[in-house]
């Protein structure tokens, strides 16, 4: 327990307590968990979802309060030595850490719920080993952003690559693509693990010390610094999907059940940019601009090529995975852009990137959420990702269709939906340029700010497209017709994470205090970057903007328009039903619709050189004059991964098919392997000094 | 309470004219081919007989069919209240700056595509889907064009940003604020659907953008599409009016109707070379508009690199 009586407890700063909030909810977090987690194991089946639900609403709920009280301004501190041999467990929480730690408890907290329901309801695996992975899950997403030292922070995020490589297996037995998504994902997040381990080991090493403090007033030489900052780049950027790191992402995070999607795509990702904004700006003091270049650099081809996959998806999770993509290339934008400012000591708009970047992460978390839980039930209802096949879903399932319709004007960056406002952010730190900038200022923020406005448009087309297919038009299939609305439950905890987008959207300077904190713990200069109530104001920069206001304006336009309509229209506009303009042709076949493969199309063509198709068209000729059937394919691999991957894959294989010829089963030539090779290295240790 | 009034009356002046523009703009058009033409209050004429027809709602669609004309209008009427036409401090001013109105117009766009897609019909997935190609291509000419506009203000509020014009005439003179105003120009053709990247008078399926996806409408419905289109039409004009030859603004409430007739000249102006460009334009095909656009995009990041070095 973290709340151990030997632990190392600092008092309260900030706000007076009666308790310290943190230590509770996270010893009560940790507690919850591994009781969570056994009693999980001993129930019968039926109730071991709700079990699980309750005990991962616990640790969320937990990490929620104890993130809340840390943005509050309380501080925590605890060392157990015994907990973990060599250099125990230290942990610590401070604005930064309690601004993820609550992000991810709440998509906890919300996704227990639907989780419950989820798994009772048919889908979603109800083994022993995923319903008590669940907790262990959620209490490894909660801790990581309070781990204090190296080898804290190593141990929570190998468990919680663990824990999640459980949850995305799932379902490997219903689905032969979860087996190979789930070895893409092991590998590639402990390459990842790999790369932060010899980062902050060599870090570790140079600096002394193990904990957060010691690496601090640690005095590295540029080139370390450089290579500790890139291990870790690698490393978290890999857990974010940061290209060319992203190819696990998109196969690993929609095989997962819905809810544990939204737990990978709303909170994990998240831990990704948490660990380089700690590792970069406050472990490393910001260090050299050259590396917010590349950071800013990695984000903007994140970002474009993210969305222009996710454009250009058919399979429904598979787009909004990509689409996390984007998203958090476009929060390493803003990190990279926070660091480029602060090295050139232009502290304001460091601190205003810095916050556009942590505020787009929560606002992606909520409507990420939403987007996941709400494709969730459609799949539940059908059966299907595919959105080629789906469609006419708003009025079998009218709740989910507008929940998700929330989702998606997040996602779309419109007003007035929340991501519009993180946007609106990020873009008021990139078109104030400081006085006096280089050259490479000057090139870089204009084309940033084209960057982040082609992701934005390519995402409008990306979720009208989810939208418009998928949930309105006819449906294009039999299942979506037949499909019924989601249980109560699904719908009320959906309904939660839309709720917490609206408010998002319209009062987001609620959140002006804990933005101002935590970019003031990272950048070390407290200010306060966004104020005011009803309006949105900038410390700084004279731009204003009243999201409450736009929503009200546009409500009593909407209605002052339909009453002038009536007034216009002397007698009441009945409405009258008719079919379908036909062309007089016959009725329109719901096949004769466009899918989302040909909404795409136009984008696809455009994109060609970047996205590089492959079609393929098979014409079969009855005569030379006739036509009798013609076949089109279409596929649209991962380019990165067809360039970067696959010949990786291929020299690996060819090296383990050479390496079989060298055990061919003699017992006497592994015997003198193992003589040979003692020999040598003691030999080599004498040679070497 | 003058900044309402103002944006009342910025609001009723762009109801009303709108349409009258379009009138004006076909007029020039019909006089140009040697046509008589049908007159500049034809548009109204049009629209009243919309109004007064009962709209048909085609079997199978939603409250996404339904709702999506009224909103189209909101969202115009809000831009309509907000940027500065006839005074640069409109009731909506500090509450959206250039950036939310970008915003709002592409949710007019939104919600007709979504609706186009509801009717699941060929024509309206085919207007949705370019229609949405053409948006998130224009987006990055639009943003990077208001970074220019914006550095040397240092704000994205339009009133301050027509206010720093007002006080500072030489501005738009220099070569960043020429070549913003170009790439806009460009964009707001693609925006209103005017040659060469769309047709508002056809009805070739392989042509339609703007008009595949509102095929279905009829009556009421069709009417307030149409007066948005206007609408839109009449604003973007009226921006980057304001935005490049902001000279007669009101900045009080009794220099309301002298604006009223300067903005009515500026625009008129602007509509009518546009109408005559496009007698001597032909449409571009579908897939080369991204050239178009692709050059209107070069033009604006020409001038935001060089509003740090020629500011």
Redesign the interface.
């Known amino acids: 327990m973290p709340a151990h009586p030997g632990g190392d407890r600092h008092g309260v700063a900030g706000v007076d307590w009666p308790v310290n909030l943190i230590e509770w909810g996270l010893a009560g977090a940790t507690g919850v968990a591994v009781l969570g987690a056994l009693v999980a194991l001993l129930t019968p089946e039926r109730a071991r979802s709700v079990v699980a639900g309750i005990a991962v609403a616990g640790v969320g709920g937990a990490g929620l309060a104890a993130g809340v009280a840390a943005i509050a301004g309380e501080e925590f501190t605890a060392h157990l030595p015994e907990l973990l041999p060599l250099f125990g467990v230290t942990l610590t929480l401070d604005p930064l850490g309690g601004l993820f730690m609550a992000v991810a408890g709440a998509v906890c907290l919300v996704a227990a719920g639907y989780g419950v329901s989820y798994a009772g309801g048919g889908h979603g695996n109800r083994s022993r080993s995923t319903q008590a992975t669940l907790p262990l899950f959620t209490l490894t997403l909660v801790l990581v952003p309070a781990a204090g030292s190296v080898s804290t922070l190593l141990v929570l995020w190998e468990l919680m690559a663990l824990t999640s490589l459980v949850l995305v297996f799932t379902d490997h037995r219903a689905r032969p693509q979860v087996t190979s998504a789930g070895l893409w994902y092991a590998v590639m997040t402990h390459l990842g693990f790999v790369a932060i381990l010899a980062g902050l080991v060599v870090f570790a090493a140079a600096a002394g010390g193990d904990t957060f403090e010691t690496l601090r007033t640690a005095q590295l030489s540029p080139g370390l610094a450089t290579v500790v900052f890139a291990a870790a780049l690698i490393g978290f950027g890999s857990k974010a999907g940061l290209v060319p790191l992203h190819v696990w992402l998109p196969r690993a995070h929609p095989e997962a059940p819905s809810q544990v999607s939204a737990m990978l795509s709303a909170a994990m990702v998240n831990l990704g940019v948490y660990g380089v904004i700690r590792v970069g700006f406050d472990l490393l003091g910001a260090g050299q601009r050259g590396w917010w270049l590349v950071v800013l650099i990695l984000g903007a081809a994140s970002a474009l090529y993210g969305i222009l996959h996710a454009a250009m998806a058919s399979d429904l999770k598979r787009l909004l995975a990509y689409s996390t993509v984007e998203n958090m290339g476009l929060v390493f934008l803003a990190v990279g852009v926070a660091g480029w400012f602060h090295t050139l000591g232009e502290e304001r708009l460091a601190a205003l990137a810095l916050a556009a970047g942590l505020l787009h992460v929560v606002n992606h978390a909520g409507f990420k959420t939403v987007l996941f839980l709400a494709a969730g039930s459609a799949v539940r209802a059908t059966g299907s990702r595919d959105l080629d096949a789906l469609g006419g879903l708003s009025r079998r399932m009218p709740v989910t269709t507008a929940l998700f319709a929330v989702g998606a004007l997040g996602a779309m960056a419109l007003p007035p939906g929340n991501g519009f406002i993180s946007e609106w952010l990020l873009l008021q730190s990139l078109v104030h340029p400081p006085a006096g900038a280089g050259v490479t200022t000057a090139l870089v923020l204009p084309v940033a700010v084209a960057v982040v406005a082609l992701t934005a448009g390519l995402a409008v087309a990306t979720f009208v497209k989810a939208l418009g297919v998928g949930f309105f038009a006819r449906a294009r299939s039999r299942a979506p017709e037949q499909a019924v609305e989601s249980p109560p439950l699904l719908l009320a905890t959906t309904g939660v994470a839309a709720a917490a987008c609206v408010a998002l959207a319209v009062a987001p300077a609620a959140l002006g205090p804990a933005l101002s904190r935590a970019t003031g713990a990272t950048l070390g200069v407290p200010t306060d970057v966004v104020s005011g109530a009803l309006t949105v104001r900038l410390a700084g920069i004279a731009s204003t903007i009243s999201p409450l206001l736009i929503l009200a304006a546009l409500v009593a336009a909407v209605v002052v328009a339909a009453l002038l309509v009536q007034v216009v229209a002397r007698r009441p506009a009945r409405r009258r039903e008719a079919p379908l303009w036909d062309c007089g042709a016959g009725p329109p076949t719901p096949r004769m619709q466009y899918t989302a493969t040909s909404f795409a199309e136009p984008l696809q063509r455009v994109f060609d050189d970047v996205l590089a198709p492959e079609t393929a068209v098979d014409t079969h000729l009855a005569s030379p004059y006739l036509l009798a059937r013609m076949r089109y394919q279409r596929r649209l691999p991962d380019r990165i991964e067809h360039w970067l991957y696959r010949p990786v894959l291929a020299v690996t294989a060819a090296a383990g098919r050479a390496a079989r010829a060298l055990a061919n089963g003699s017992v006497h030539r592994y015997l003198a392997y193992g003589f040979f090779g003692t020999i040598g290295l003691l030999v080599a240790l004498v040679v070497i000094p | 309470m003058t900044a309402v009034i103002a944006s009342f009356a910025q609001v009723t002046m762009v109801v009303l004219g709108a349409p009258l523009l379009v009138g004006v703009m076909r007029q020039v058009r019909a006089r140009m081919e040697g046509r008589v033409g049908a007159g500049v209050w034809q548009p109204w004429r049009d629209l009243r007989k919309l109004?007064?027809r009962?709209?048909?709602?085609?079997?199978?669609t939603?409250?996404?069919f339904?709702t999506a004309p009224?909103?189209l209008?909101?969202?115009t009427?809000?831009v309509a209240?907000t940027i500065p036409l006839l005074t640069t401090t409109t009731a909506?001013d500090?509450?959206?700056?250039l950036?939310?109105v970008v915003?709002?117009l592409?949710?007019g766009t939104?919600v007709l595509?979504?609706a186009?897609?509801?009717?699941?019909?060929?024509f309206?997935?085919?207007g949705?889907?370019?229609e949405?190609?053409v948006?998130?291509?224009?987006?990055?000419t639009?943003?990077?064009a208001?970074?220019?506009l914006?550095?040397r203000?240092?704000?994205?509020?339009l009133g301050?940003l027509v206010d720093a014009t007002l006080h500072n005439p030489l501005q738009v003179m220099s070569p960043a604020s020429l070549l913003a105003a170009a790439a806009l120009l460009v964009v707001t053709i693609a925006e209103t659907g005017r040659l060469p990247v769309d047709n508002p008078s056809t009805h070739l399926e392989l042509t339609m953008l703007h008009e595949a996806m509102v095929?279905?409408y009829s009556?009421?419905d069709l009417?307030?599409i149409e007066l948005a289109a206007s609408m839109r039409l009449t604003l973007l004009l009226g921006l980057v009016a304001s935005l490049f030859t902001p000279w007669g603004i009101a900045t009080s409430l009794a220099g309301l109707p002298l604006a009223l007739l300067a903005f009515a000249a500026k625009v008129t102006v602007l509509a009518m070379v546009l109408a005559a460009a496009e007698v001597l334009l032909a449409k571009l095909r579908?897939?080369r508009v991204?050239e178009l656009l692709a050059g209107s995009?070069v033009l604006?990041?020409l001038a935001?690199?060089t509003s740090?070095?020629l500011a």
């Open positions: 109004f007064r009962q709209p048909i709602t085609p079997v199978g939603t409250w996404a339904r009224l909103v209008v909101g969202t009427l809000v209240a909506l500090r509450a959206a700056d950036f939310a915003g709002l592409s949710v939104v595509a979504l186009a897609l509801d009717t699941g019909t060929a309206g997935g085919m949705a889907s370019r949405m190609t948006l998130a291509l224009v987006e990055p639009i943003l990077v208001v970074f220019a914006s550095a203000v240092g704000s994205t509020n301050q095929l279905e009556g009421a009417g307030l579908l897939f991204p995009l604006a990041l935001a690199t740090f070095f």
